[in-house]
């Protein structure tokens, strides 16, 4: 055998290795019920829970704890996932800017005991360029 066919050998077995490593890592998305189960099995794999903020009547979250001055890395909220579910969540760093805004919300972390402790947070914020909002204002030339 060649040395370039070995060094090719070498090259694609490090690879898979790679591959096969990075495979592993990755999490699944789940609901709260999911993950409260995967928990109690004693399985502590980073989850991805998917779902939206308790909001009251008016449109505005509730259930945010967040006190900069006492403790600025801990926020906690109640999030309401895709069965309807809610759950305490609890993120020790700061709180997202424009958290209360979001469409959608990601947690990535896993259930300990009552409340999910999330170690990252990800965020869908509304769009500003949604359909039928779009505003046009009226321009008249004025002759000079």
Same mark, same amino acid.
């Given at each position: 055998?060649?040395?370039?066919?070995?060094?090719? &050998? *070498?090259?694609? %077995?490090i690879a898979i290795g790679i591959i096969v490593s990075t495979a592993g890592d990755a999490s699944s998305y789940v609901t709260f019920?999911?993950?409260?189960?995967? %928990?109690? !099995?004693?399985? +502590?794999?980073? *989850?991805?829970? $998917?779902?939206?903020?308790?909001? #009251?009547?008016?449109?505005?979250?509730?259930?945010? &704890?967040?006190?900069?001055?006492?403790?600025?890395?801990?926020?906690?909220?109640?999030? &309401?996932? #895709?069965? +309807?579910?809610?759950?305490? $969540? &609890?993120?020790? %760093?700061?709180?997202?800017?424009?958290?209360?805004?979001?469409?959608?919300?990601? $947690? *990535? @972390?896993?259930?300990? @005991? !009552?409340?999910?402790?999330?170690?990252?947070?990800?965020?869908?914020?509304?769009?500003?360029?949604?359909? #039928?909002?779009?505003?046009?204002?009226?321009y008249t030339a004025k002759k000079v």
């Amino acid at each position: 055998m060649k040395i370039s066919h070995i060094f090719g &050998i *070498i090259v694609i %077995a490090i690879a898979i290795g790679i591959i096969v490593s990075t495979a592993g890592d990755a999490s699944s998305y789940v609901t709260f019920t999911k993950a409260q189960e995967m %928990a109690s !099995n004693g399985d +502590n794999d980073m *989850i991805h829970v $998917v779902g939206k903020l308790q909001k #009251n009547t008016s449109g505005q979250a509730t259930d945010l &704890i967040y006190d900069p001055q006492i403790d600025p890395n801990h926020f906690e909220f109640t999030l &309401i996932d #895709n069965e +309807n579910k809610p759950c305490k $969540v &609890i993120y020790n %760093a700061p709180k997202p800017q424009d958290f209360d805004r979001s469409e959608q919300v990601v $947690v *990535i @972390g896993a259930m300990q @005991g !009552n409340h999910f402790k999330a170690d990252k947070i990800l965020l869908k914020c509304p769009s500003k360029y949604q359909e #039928n909002k779009l505003e046009t204002k009226e321009y008249t030339a004025k002759k000079v």
